[in-house]
């Protein structure tokens, strides 16, 4: 195995591409096991059982600093 990227032949840059395949497989495939499952203690759910908010009456507004010419 060589000492630098620049002189590494071949068979070194296939071994560095594979070593970070098989690294970001890892990284996907533990983010998407890794959920909340509702099982789980009651701050877990924090989220979904949260109070329902309505939305109230919609208000027009504009703001208009330029000055009146008459």
């Known amino acids: 195995m060589n000492a630098t990227i620049f002189s590494a032949d071949r068979i070194t840059h296939v071994k560095i591409v594979i070593i970070a395949l098989v690294a970001a497989i890892v990284v996907v495939t533990v ?28 208000i027009n507004f504009s703001v208009h600093d330029d000055p009146v010419i008459r």
């Open 31 to 58: 983010g998407i096991n890794a959920r909340i499952t509702e099982t789980g203690p009651v701050t877990a759910r924090i989220w979904s059982d949260g109070p329902v908010v309505k939305a109230g009456k919609a």
